[in-house]
């Protein structure tokens, strides 16, 4: 059921394989993964199924075009394990508070797409974070 919800949102936005995407919460990945697919979706269209450039563009998707924050560890290594458990162990997801991350390391990866579900490891379901 939770990778509903991703796949229902990239249906109201377009996404294409040139994209540079961070999610800022990653939490378990679902929407990298979901993003990952839509991207590879667009690839296969743009260049072809296996064709050599499309299979540059699946590697670039996923060594180089997708971000995840985590702070959590156990989310941090749901999120690692779920992006293996889909074929891309190379997705960049990082342990740390996007709060305290240096600007340098978004101003970087360049994104053109920021997702952001908002954490629920707060208490009150998430009050805290939504009064924040």
Not at 3 to 15: R, S, T
Not at 84 to 102: A, E, H, M, W, Y
């Amino acid at each position: 059921m939770e990778f509903v919800i991703p796949e229902i949102h990239w249906n109201l936005i377009i996404v294409t394989c040139c994209f540079m995407l961070m999610d800022i919460a990653t939490g378990s990945a679902a929407f990298l993964v979901a993003a990952m697919d839509q991207m590879i979706c667009d690839a296969n269209r743009t260049f072809g199924k296996n064709t050599k450039a499309v299979k540059d563009a699946i590697v670039s998707i996923k060594e180089e075009q997708l971000l995840g924050i985590e702070i959590d560890a156990k989310m941090y290594t749901l999120a690692a394990s779920n992006m293996i458990l889909r074929g891309d162990g190379s997705t960049q997801i990082k342990k740390t508070d996007t709060f305290t991350t240096p600007e340098w390391v978004f101003d970087d990866f360049g994104a053109d797409v920021l997702l952001l579900n908002p954490p629920f490891s707060y208490t009150l379901f998430n009050i805290l974070f939504l009064y924040s």
